[in-house]
């Protein structure tokens, strides 16, 4: 009798395919083949009877039905994931931290740090818990969590400011080159993209400098923010993105921010600590406060050299 269940290996594929919207990009976190990545994909879509990705060129995108079914199995593969570290004993000599982060916070700015952490404290191991839900102690066990804003924290928990940030308009570098913002009013000629988890952001943008409203050329909605920000990268229109997750991105040339003098502020980052805080996490809340530390001094520094001009 043939299986119900969809192979897990090309679900695992599928999700990091999703997750990157590049085949090439699945194929290198994965460290397998373009051509394997493609064949996994292929024998899902054939299992499920349904396309899960609108092949482009040079680019991909999940289809409505991808969009349902990422949704549905990547907290999926993240809870077996969880399950596993739960039951694994940790390696001889270290200690677990878990930091529950949300999704986009740990694919743009804490997984590109870790490195970092782990060269700082070799016998710490690190554990990332993402959730897009407000941490709750009975439900995930975590020792250090990160969210925007005050409200929703557990009176248990020790909470300490972290990242002040803003909000920058951001595209594609070849986006920019073929059809260029120099002013609000060449906003209108772009495509728009957002979140359903921050569906007001380009009014509140708009509000907040006097942008001109007028027949947009487009937009593209996405269910999360690192989806927009990765469409971006991918030159499929404009993004408004945090400071905070853009690092990376704008040091390497993936992506190039117009109109940088407008900045839209966010609500700060906090850090909070789990009742009775391991030295371990303590660890980590040191850390914290030392990338804080930093960004301060680069502000000053970006500040400063504005003046300077």
């Known amino acids: 009798m043939p299986s ?6 090309a679900v695992r594929v599928f999700v990091a395919a999703a997750r990157q919207l590049s085949f090439t990009r699945a194929a290198a976190e994965l460290h ?23 092949r482009r060129i040079r680019q991909v995108a999940l289809t409505a039905e991808g969009q349902q079914f990422y949704a549905e199995v990547e907290p999926a593969l993240e809870q077996i994931g969880a399950a596993a570290r ?17 999704p986009s916070f740990a694919l743009r700015w804490l997984i590109p740090r870790l490195p970092d952490f782990v060269e700082r404290y070799p016998d710490i191991e690190p554990q990332v818990v993402t959730s897009t839900q407000w941490p709750s102690l009975e439900a995930e066990g975590f020792d250090v969590a990160v969210r925007r804003g005050l409200e929703g924290w557990a009176q248990a928990m020790q909470v300490h400011p972290f990242l002040d940030d803003e ?35 380009w009014d509140d943008w708009r509000k907040c400098f006097g942008a001109p409203r007028g027949r947009q ?32 991105d704008l040091a390497s040339g993936r992506l190039q921010a117009a109109l940088p003098d407008l900045r839209m502020p966010l609500t700060r980052y906090y850090y909070g ?11 980590v809340a040191d850390w914290f ?10 502000t000053q520094r970006t500040a400063s050299r504005g003046r300077s001009r």
């Open 86 to 102: 739960a039951l694994s004993r940790p390696v001889a000599g270290r200690a677990a931290v878990r930091i529950n982060v949300r």
């Open 32 to 54: 397998v083949t373009h051509s394997a990545v493609s064949r996994q994909i292929r024998s899902l879509e054939g299992f499920l009877g349904v396309a899960l990705f609108e």
């Open 4 to 9: 119900s269940e969809p192979p897990l290996n």
């Open 167 to 201: 909000v920058l308009v951001v595209g594609a570098p070849s986006l920019f080159a073929a059809q260029p913002l120099v002013d609000l009013c060449a906003l209108a000629s772009h495509v728009l993209l957002s979140a359903k988890t921050r569906k007001a952001d």
């Open 217 to 248: 050329a487009g937009r593209l909605q996405f269910d999360h923010l690192h989806f927009v920000m990765q469409a971006a990268v991918d030159g499929l229109g404009l993004a408004l993105a945090p400071t905070s997750l853009l690092a990376h």
């Open 273 to 283: 600590l789990a009742p009775g805080a391991t030295p371990e996490a303590r660890c």
């Open 289 to 298: 406060e030392e990338m804080r530390r930093a960004q301060v001094l680069q």
